[in-house]
């Protein structure tokens, strides 16, 4: 489901459903709905290739409210039946069946605690503190309840409370990491 266009796909299964690629997917399209997998251009992706997932239909949000630009870019007018496509910020594909594979997200958000969590907007907050030089934050864990925020700091002064305190005085509790791990620097790639 999506807040924007409710209940979009379902998929029943069994022990005997076999798992492609050891994922279980997202499942069909729902009646009512068309869900599309978008390239990069706005086009159509051919099967098995990733996308963006787009919600297309006449039962999608008309709009966020006093937001008309946020309207135009994610909830576009498509039908002339006031079909609306909603613009999901999820990856996806479909596997050979026409079933829906969800692949992560476009931008850094993750979601903790049933919390929409911009990823970058963490490290930002953590960038502004004293001391903090470096930081990367990233989402552990896979399970409902088990998915916490981990702050990667490089250099530091102090302790983790300390910069637990610090956060929570400008973030909500959300989006305060659970962890904490001090570096001399950030690891770097070739």
Same mark, same amino acid.
């Given at each position: ?13 069994? +022990? ?8 279980? *997917? ?20 051919? *099967? ?25 870019? +994610? ?28 692949? &992560? ?27 903090? +030089? ?20 490089? *250099? ?33 790639? &070739?």
């Amino acid at each position: 489901a999506s807040t924007e266009a409710g209940r979009v796909s379902y998929l029943f299964m069994d +022990r005997a459903t076999p798992l492609p690629d050891a994922v279980v *997917p997202l499942g069909y399209a729902v009646a009512g709905k068309c869900v599309r997998i978008l390239r990069e251009d706005g086009q159509d992706a051919d *099967p098995a290739e990733t996308g963006q997932i787009a919600v297309q239909g006449r039962h999608v949000a008309a709009g966020y409210w006093r937001q008309p630009e946020l309207t135009a870019a +994610r909830l576009a007018l498509v039908g002339p039946a006031g079909e609306r496509l909603s613009l999901t910020g999820d990856l996806g594909r479909r596997l050979a069946d026409g079933c829906l594979v969800h692949l &992560g997200r476009i931008d850094s958000q993750v979601k903790i605690r049933g919390y929409q969590v911009p990823i970058n907007a963490v490290e930002a907050a953590l960038l502004e503190l004293d001391g903090v +030089r470096e930081a990367a934050v990233v989402a552990h864990g896979s399970g409902p309840g088990e998915r916490r925020l981990v702050a990667y700091v490089a *250099p530091a002064a102090g302790e983790p409370e300390q910069l637990r305190r610090a956060l929570s005085a400008v973030l909500p509790a959300h989006m305060v990491p659970q962890g904490f791990v001090f570096l001399d620097a950030l690891p770097r790639t &070739g």
